[in-house]
DNA sequence: TCAAAAGTGTTCCTTCTACACCCATGT
DNA sequence: ACATGGGTGTAGAAGGAACACTTTTGA
């Protein structure tokens, strides 16, 4: 079992950066969290630390990237969160106290316990991707990475699920900005993908006549052959952004 | 001439929080920006550090408490701003040159310039003040501390103008909402006050009397007496913001 | 009585909402 | 043919913009 190290030197301390990635499938809003390797069931949302010589969105990409194999996601920062007792105390001595096999007594392992133990501020981003093309690959201190429902997530540590609430409500603050529903869909989508994006984000429900004719109305969206699914019934049109 | 002087441990190392404070007098919107002791003529937000042991929100409400006077501000963090080039080494090392007084090289001071010299992550907060209740006060490291035209800004050091500029447009971006252009004003104002500061915040003109009606049915304000100014014309009526 | 600014009411037009209607698809 | 779901058109309601009209004030 790995034990955690980190080279204080090439970091910002006491700063980090968490990640709240969405994505959508079947009907239901998606959240990506990890499984942490120790005994215990940790869940954590995707995050890292900020190296010294990083741009804190590129920090942000990097660790986007590193869990999703997606490179040239939307992300957005929505909030920082800083209050005096935001740490990681209780949970890495809950991890210490199940996991003895990676406690040790070294100056090292002290330090780094030290470093880690420190009060944290962190920069929230939140993303949107497609679902179907991210690969999630665990971290090194991941026993597995999984989409959750983002209306059943599972306990997370620290204020992990406070952060995902604000990344959701800034979502919703910015939804029709920059067509950020699309960003959740492939490439080729049905108007009826994208009013379910929609009611799942606000949780509501629309009038689907009238909300097509919004869509439509945007004219961002360009109508290619039909979807034929074998179903009995009319087939609906494909659509797909105009860049 | 005062030393800059700062006792690391008890700070964050490489965070600092900037306000912007905004006010509003008379058909302007106006931005309190403080002018450096040093000599070079350095402008700066009103900013500080975040102490171990506080939260970034009550940092900010220091600094601003500080700086102000005044208890009890209406406060809303809007950006992180995290560049890896973000730091204050060209801004200290003209300062140092200009102002040969101050700098020294004992090792303390060496110190606290490494410190001030790193890279730096600031957290933006803006602020909504009645200007009539402020009372700006300097800092110790300031010459002195005044409103300036949001418009017509001094050169500010470092990234400061984009932060202003991300800070009003994040101001116009929930202006709307828990009726913020009423902390811009004294507790008794005129619906003209109340347009003004909407039509210098976005920037645009709109008709009187659709305005009016506009305000008047969000059913918040409350009638008051009339305001005689001695002019020769009707005189408008006070309102006040019903709690 | 007049000019200036505040307050009220009315008309017109655009947008939103609900729903009726028609179209396509496979059994 | 018909059940099912997709696409279009339209009438009525609601909301916003433009502007005419009235009221108040001091000279």
């Given at each position: 079992m790995n034990k955690i190290t980190i080279k204080q030197s090439d970091y910002i301390p006491q700063l980090s950066v968490d990640c709240v990635i969405f994505g959508y499938d079947e009907g239901s809003l998606k959240v990506l969290v990890a499984k942490m390797i120790f005994k215990g069931n940790f869940y954590a949302l995707p995050g890292g630390f900020v190296m010294q010589e990083e741009d804190i969105d590129t920090a942000a990409a990097r660790i986007l990237r590193e869990r999703?194999?997606?490179?040239q996601i939307y992300l957005q920062q929505f909030y920082t969160f800083g209050n005096?007792?935001?740490?990681?105390r209780s949970f890495l001595t809950k991890i210490a106290k199940l996991n003895p096999s990676i406690t040790s007594t070294s100056p090292k392992d002290k330090k780094t316990f030290d470093w880690l133990t420190k009060r944290f501020v962190t920069v929230g981003y939140y993303a949107l991707i497609d679902i179907s093309k991210a690969m999630p690959q665990k971290s090194e201190m991941d026993q597995s990475i999984t989409w959750y429902d983002a209306n059943a997530l599972p306990a997370m540590i620290m204020d992990h699920q406070h952060i995902v609430h604000k990344a959701l409500s800034a979502l919703r603050n910015s939804l029709d900005e920059n067509l950020l529903a699309f960003k959740l869909l492939p490439e080729k989508f049905t108007m009826k993908d994208v009013q379910q994006v929609y009611e799942t984000i606000y949780d509501t429900s629309f009038v689907r006549t009238n909300f097509q004719k919004k869509i439509l109305e945007l004219n961002v969206l360009e109508r290619l052959d039909k979807k034929f699914t074998g179903a009995a019934n009319k087939a609906p049109y494909y659509y797909r952004l105009i860049s």
């Amino acid at each position: 079992m790995n034990k955690i190290t980190i080279k204080q030197s090439d970091y910002i301390p006491q700063l980090s950066v968490d990640c709240v990635i969405f994505g959508y499938d079947e009907g239901s809003l998606k959240v990506l969290v990890a499984k942490m390797i120790f005994k215990g069931n940790f869940y954590a949302l995707p995050g890292g630390f900020v190296m010294q010589e990083e741009d804190i969105d590129t920090a942000a990409a990097r660790i986007l990237r590193e869990r999703t194999g997606i490179d040239q996601i939307y992300l957005q920062q929505f909030y920082t969160f800083g209050n005096a007792d935001r740490n990681n105390r209780s949970f890495l001595t809950k991890i210490a106290k199940l996991n003895p096999s990676i406690t040790s007594t070294s100056p090292k392992d002290k330090k780094t316990f030290d470093w880690l133990t420190k009060r944290f501020v962190t920069v929230g981003y939140y993303a949107l991707i497609d679902i179907s093309k991210a690969m999630p690959q665990k971290s090194e201190m991941d026993q597995s990475i999984t989409w959750y429902d983002a209306n059943a997530l599972p306990a997370m540590i620290m204020d992990h699920q406070h952060i995902v609430h604000k990344a959701l409500s800034a979502l919703r603050n910015s939804l029709d900005e920059n067509l950020l529903a699309f960003k959740l869909l492939p490439e080729k989508f049905t108007m009826k993908d994208v009013q379910q994006v929609y009611e799942t984000i606000y949780d509501t429900s629309f009038v689907r006549t009238n909300f097509q004719k919004k869509i439509l109305e945007l004219n961002v969206l360009e109508r290619l052959d039909k979807k034929f699914t074998g179903a009995a019934n009319k087939a609906p049109y494909y659509y797909r952004l105009i860049s």
